[in-house]
């Protein structure tokens, strides 16, 4: 036993240990880390870059010029790594990044026609949209055990935290170094180091045979059709997509409050963008608030009703400190808006669209993203950075305004699983997870009555379920002894799930008792991407298999 207890996720060491000793799986990391800080420092460069070259009728140009072809090529993506090794698309992703964006840096530092990089930039940002779902579909390929998977998916969900705040403010470093070119030629540098390290991982082959599938057109037309034919996820899809206006009129904001109302210069940009990453990882921790939340409607209209006021307060008081605050807020607010709302999808959606529903709502970032680039410079060119951020607030509180009473009617018609959530935040294993997951497992548990004398577990067998008492006791022996008797809010089973091991123990009920069970696949994804909800996992492994080694 005890070197089974040592693959257990302990703490975060453990974690960075476990995702790295496998060095495919490290490259693999290594290549995220590449990819997530490159995607966001570059587009803030070429945000910079047009507005001190053409100011904010260029800045909308570069950005319509990049997400027109990603609209149109995005939804293929996921279609394409089906049918083709994950790794290879990995590679040849970050690899057509890294290339383009040192076309872009040689073009900026030589001082290129315009026109070739708005001939660049479309290309680079298509390339974007490659890397992410091949990284998604690499892992399981590379994984030896589910605790590696587990611990690289913890990994992988740092990283995309941490870049969110550390990339905006390095490439803002590097614009007041030596401004656009040396921004795009380090994080080209840094992305073909990603290709480099996984230039050798071809992944898995594909599952699905050539002839069996159909054409990528198709499949994407289907998905369309799934999420269109629920009315309350249409709707939610819609409303939930209203938050990238406010994202993409913050991408043009940064530069243009940095550089021409603030005056901190094209670093400042950086700066801005940070504090933005920050208030969303506070607003995270807010959320927890939600839990179990009846109603959700007001909390989702309060988040953008209140990044609103922010926007408008900054527009009055345009200062460094209320910038940096205020964007802070808007953070905040966007990620309770996010989370309110995914929860309301969760709630409300058939599960079989479920996946194509938050498919969608990606497709649905860059036509967001593209509305906000075009009435935003707009009004910047018209009456100045304040005009552009109270237009952008009326825009948002008249789509939600439009939105309000089909929201409440969605709200009060969801179902919520309000008894196993109670009993998950009884149980310190989930007490901390994510509110959107914590639903997400909640709505997976499978109820079942368990008669007195029944065996759910049996010692050597494969395990295949996790399981959570509601009601009534149960007996865990081991070679006929008992080790424990578990009770309410106790559960058994995820040493098996966790370690990949046949079942440690037995497992009978000594009463008439009620137990919900979780099917493998789900479990072990509640726990990933969360580290406090992995870390108990780990701590409650590794202290029942001390009380069976000591029989």
């Known amino acids: ?8 996720l302990r703490s975060t060491l453990d974690v960075f240990f476990t995702a790295f000793r496998n060095r495919p799986l490290g490259l693999v990391q ?9 995607e966001w420092g570059i587009w803030l460069t070429l945000t ?14 570069i950005i319509l010029v990049q997400l027109v072809p990603s609209i149109i090529f995005a939804p293929y993506v996921g279609a394409i790594v089906d049918r083709v090794r994950a790794g290879r698309v990995l ?3 970050l690899l057509l990044m890294g290339v383009l964006m040192a076309g872009l840096a040689v073009a900026m530092f030589l001082g290129a026609p315009r026109a070739v990089i708005y001939a660049l930039a479309p290309v680079m940002n298509v390339s974007l949209s490659i890397p992410r779902p091949a990284q998604a579909a690499l892992l399981p390929g590379v994984v030896r055990t589910p605790v590696e998977l587990t611990a690289a998916n913890v990994v992988s969900s740092w990283v995309e935290s941490a870049s969110v705040l550390v990339a905006p403010a390095v490439t803002g470093i ?34 699905a ?7 990528l057109t198709a499949e994407v037309r289907e998905s369309v059709a799934a999420v269109w034919s629920v009315p309350t996820a249409r709707m939610l899809v819609g409303v939930l997509g209203s938050q990238y206006i406010l994202v993409g009129a913050l991408d043009v904001l940064y530069v243009v409050l940095a550089v021409t109302t603030l005056g901190i210069g094209e670093s400042g940009a950086g700066y801005l963008n940070s504090a933005f990453g920050l208030g969303g990882l506070v607003g995270a921790a807010v959320t927890v608030t939600l839990v179990a939340r009846r109603r959700l409607a007001p909390a989702l209209v309060g988040g953008i009703l209140t990044a609103a006021a922010a926007l408008c307060l900054l527009g009055m008081f345009p200062t460094v400190v209320t910038a940096l605050v205020l964007i802070g807020v808007i953070g905040v607010s966007r990620t309770v808006f996010d989370v309110t709302g995914r929860i309301l999808l969760q709630r409300v959606a058939p599960p079989h669209v479920l996946g194509q529903v938050f498919a969608l709502l990606e497709a649905l970032m860059c036509a967001g993203l593209a509305i906000s680039a075009v009435f935003v410079p707009a009004l910047v060119g018209l009456s100045g950075a304040r005009a552009a951020l109270l237009g952008t607030a009326v825009v948002l509180v008249v789509l939600i305004a439009l ?14 699983p309000q008894v196993q959530i109670r009993l998950l935040r009884s149980m310190n294993i989930f007490s901390h997870l994510p509110v959107p997951a914590l639903e997400g497992v909640a709505r997976a548990f499978e109820p079942a009555a368990v008669p007195a004398g029944t065996t759910l577990i049996r010692e ?18 081991k070679a006929g002894t008992r080790v424990a008797v578990l009770r309410h809010s106790d559960c058994f089973g995820e040493i098996a799930l966790i370690e990949d091991v046949s079942r440690t123990a037995t497992v009978t009920a000594l009463t008439d008792a009620q137990v919900y069970s979780l099917e493998k696949e789900p479990f072990i994804l509640a726990l990933t991407g969360h580290a406090p909800t992995l870390t108990a996992a780990g701590e409650l492994v590794a202290r029942r298999l001390e009380e069976l080694d000591a029989l």
């Open 209 to 215: 045979q050539r002839e069996e599938r159909v054409s």
């Open 174 to 207: 590097l614009l007041g170094l030596r401004g656009t070119a040396l921004a795009a030629g380090v994080l080209a540098g840094i992305t073909l180091l990603g290709a480099v390290a996984v230039a050798g991982i071809p992944g898995p082959r594909p599952v």
């Open 30 to 38: 290594l290549a995220w880390l590449a990819f997530n800080g490159a």
């Open 460 to 477: 050597g067998d494969v395990g295949d379920r996790f399981y959570a008492i509601a009601d009534g006791e149960f007996e865990v022996t």
């Open 403 to 416: 939105s309000w009473r089909r929201l409440r009617i969605v709200d009060r018609s969801a179902d919520v």
């Open 91 to 93: 590679f040849v992703g």
């Open 1 to 8: 036993m005890a070197g089974k207890r040592g693959a257990v």
């Open 48 to 61: 910079v870059w047009a507005y001190t070259n053409g100011g904010p009728g260029a800045v909308s140009l």
